[in-house]
């Protein structure tokens, strides 16, 4: 599995935190249903070994054993509480069962429901579905939303030379994605080893990228 799908698919950890929007009196009720049911979604999920720990196997990707149940019991929490961290845990749920559809499905829900709180790597990674799905016209305004929000995060890590180097690098490739212009994220590299005298371990893969269509295959496969 590659640097960036492993970042994708990674550490969701903290994401059971309780729901914290404010409400009727009734809502406080509510928060302990979600709380209880993300809790023991996450506990069924991690109850699955093989599932949670061995890395994502796209060409047979696993489902986990309490599948239903926990998407029962996320799906419940959504409802009551369309909170970000809830759909962040069914995101990952959904990205490690290597579910791509699925996952489309939910970004798109997420951009109707809140848009505003999603992070870059949740633009890109909806821009890169619905581009490998055919819809370029989309596409296009979700790399552009996604490079607007790398911009907002790269002025947030500036005073962490690594993650600066790293966030530019998310960003040039979110660009070259959308132009299929790989030039930008070459440059990109180019700037990151002038700067640290070396390259990030286990992206050298990064600097082979030419096309879009060679970095869809890698990334997803073939098209669906």
């Not at 579905?129 to 989309?138: F, R």
């Not at 500036?158 to 979110?174: C, H, I, P, T, W």
Request: some cysteine; hydrophobic content about 40%.
């Amino acid at each position: 599995m590659n640097v960036r799908l492993f970042l994708m698919v990674g550490c969701v950890a903290g994401m059971c935190a309780a729901c914290t929007h404010k409400g009727a009196g009734s809502n406080t009720d509510n928060q302990i249903v979600v709380h209880t049911l993300i809790l023991e979604a996450d506990s069924l999920m991690r109850s699955d070994s093989l599932f949670w720990n061995v890395p994502v196997d796209r060409a047979h990707p696993r489902v986990c054993i309490h599948d239903s149940l926990i998407r029962e019991k996320l799906d419940s929490a959504i409802s009551l509480c369309p909170d970000k961290q809830i759909y962040l845990l069914k995101y990952t749920y959904l990205l490690r069962s290597w579910r791509l559809p699925e996952v489309l499905a939910l970004l798109r829900e997420m951009d109707t429901c809140m848009c505003d709180s999603m992070s870059p790597e949740l633009w890109n990674m909806k821009a890169m579905l619905e581009d490998y799905q055919g819809d370029s016209v989309v596409a296009r305004k979700d790399f552009l939303r996604a490079d607007s929000a790398y911009g907002v995060k790269v002025q947030e890590v500036a005073q962490d030379s690594l993650m600066y180097g790293f966030v530019r690098l998310e960003k040039a490739l979110n660009l070259s994605l959308m132009k299929n212009d790989f030039h930008l994220l070459q440059e990109e590299f180019a700037f990151y080893e002038r700067v640290h005298g070396s390259g990030i371990s286990g992206m050298e893969q990064w600097k082979k990228w030419t096309d879009k269509r060679e970095y869809y295959r890698q990334m997803f496969g073939r098209p669906e």
